[in-house]
């Protein structure tokens, strides 16, 4: 029979600003946490067309890169080999937006990368063109790097919130202190969520289990 841990843990999603995905490939391999999880996302991969081989064991990879030069932005989403899915990308000209419908357990994944210095204006139309074409009486979650500022987290919690979603992250998820990602869920509480540590990026890492 199955611990009961590892039963509150069977399906996690787990978000991060990795910095360059090329750079800490290694790490990311080496990340225990990471080794558990069903899907990863990473923003600011900082890949171009030429960067082939970004794959990790025992998962299907789906990228959203910004662009096909280098740049400091992109989105790489990781799956677990055995989940069936479906992604496409809903970016608009600056704030990249990811959508990944897992099968089973059936859940919506809207990952979102906004610049810093977004204004809140660009990040609002990307959210409502998003949270449009995804079913949100499905389970949803809305996971990202939303790079807010004091005034921008209240506009956008209060506009998530007239969306039946509330946000869950109450801890810093940077080196500098501030709380700019953010999980955003249109259900009951879940079964565990949290933010982890990371010696390889000034972003931390956050997670949430089904």
Known sequence: MMPQSMKQMTFIICFHNAQSIKLHKDDIIAERNF???????????????????????AFNVHRNDFSNQHSPYGTIVFVKSAL??????????????TFVQIAEPKVNILAVY????????????ALEAALYTVDTNEKTIVIGDFNTNSITYVQLCSFMQDHSFSQIINEPTTNNSTTIDLIF?????????GVLDSYYSHHKPVRIAL
């Not at 558990?36 to 171009?48: A, D, G, N, P, Q």
């Not at 869920?185 to 969520?193: A, H, R, T």
């Open 185 to 193: 869920i249109n259900y009951e509480q879940p079964k565990d969520f």
């Open 84 to 97: 069936s899915f479906n992604s496409q990308r809903l970016n608009t000209p600056s704030v990249e937006v």
């Open 114 to 125: 906004s610049r810093p210095k977004e204004t809140w204006r660009n990040l609002k139309q």
């Open 35 to 57: 080794a558990s999880c069903s899907v990863l996302i990473f923003v600011e991969t900082k890949l171009s067309a030429k960067d082939c081989d970004i794959n990790l064991p």
